[in-house]
């Protein structure tokens, strides 16, 4: 029998992002944990099948469209789901975005647009998150980042220092945010087999293993890899993390 501080049981999570590929499969071992799971996400439909899937666990789940670029659709993602849910206990950031390119190569508009959905989107999503859990008592956050945000690589510039910012954003929102309960931490995943980085891999040959080499345990990760950490940062075991940043990294952060 697992430990009761691990216990999850009708929880309420609101997943942004949750339809991606370290999103699903998070969102899908939430709802085996017996969490309602909320996924919020560009790809509706996508959202939609995964409700479906955390729905077969026996939980509530609910599909609804967000685009974090833009505040009001953040507004009105929160005012339906306050129609139907009144506490959500869970928030996860799980968006990105990245486009590899040499700082030369940078406009402003595509810089900005990596801030604008990776920080912006995130410092948005948390603070009218946080207004709401204030009220009902507290909650948990996470934040997913990158190991990009901890370590300087060529062609990673503003998803790099995007990534960075958030793991400072999660540092300085947990400091404000903790007197009302809730508590924030960030997650930083090295690469990983999802859509996000699969083209990039199948055109640049020998990549993969520049990945691999780079990581002590010898592979890059796939989403389960991070099911444990994650459900630790949700549930009361991890509650004297505070502002705390989880290499998920299968060692590449070591050097
Ligand atoms: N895959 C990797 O190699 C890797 C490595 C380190 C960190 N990360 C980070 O992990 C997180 C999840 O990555 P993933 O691999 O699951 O990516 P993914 O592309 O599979 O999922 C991202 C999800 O975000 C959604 N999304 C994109 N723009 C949006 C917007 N404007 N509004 C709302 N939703 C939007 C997409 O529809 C998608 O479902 C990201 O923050 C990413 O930066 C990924």
């Not at 666990?57 to 953040?74: C, K, L, R």
């Not at 950031?93 to 486009?99: E, L, R, S, T």
């Not at 190569?105 to 900005?112: Q, R």
């Not at 020998?206 to 994650?230: H, Q, T, V």
């Amino acid at each position: 029998m697992s430990h009761k501080i691990f216990d999850l049981t009708n929880k309420t999570a609101l997943c942004i992002g949750g339809a991606g590929g370290i999103g699903s499969e998070s969102c899908i071992a939430l709802s085996e944990a017996g969490v309602n799971v909320i996924i919020a996400d560009l790809n509706v439909q996508k959202a939609e099948k995964l409700a479906d899937k955390c729905r077969s666990n026996n939980v509530e789940s609910m599909a609804i469209e967000v685009n974090v670029t833009q505040e009001q659709s953040i507004d009105d993602m929160f005012s339906s789901i306050f129609n139907r849910f009144s506490k959500i206990d869970i928030l996860i950031y799980f968006v990105g975005y990245n486009n590899r390119q040499r700082i030369s190569e940078f406009t402003k508009k595509e810089w900005e647009k990596t801030f604008e959905i990776n920080m912006t989107g995130c410092f948005l999503v948390c603070k009218k998150m946080a207004e709401q859990m204030k009220k009902t008592g507290g909650g948990k956050i996470v934040i997913t980042t990158s190991i990009q945000g901890v370590i300087a690589n060529p062609l990673y510039s503003a998803y790099a220092a995007s990534k960075a910012a958030m793991i400072h954003f999660a540092k300085i929102a947990a400091q404000e945010w903790i007197e009302d309960n809730i508590y924030v931490n960030s997650i930083a995943p090295t690469a990983t087999d999802t859509e996000f980085i699969q083209k990039f891999l199948k055109d640049n040959p020998g990549k993969r293993e520049f990945f691999e080499s780079n990581i002590p345990l010898g592979r890059i990760a796939k989403p389960f890899d991070y099911i444990g950490p994650i459900l630790f940062l949700c549930s009361k075991a991890s509650d004297f993390l505070v502002g705390h940043c989880l290499f998920l990294d299968g060692g590449e952060s070591i050097h």
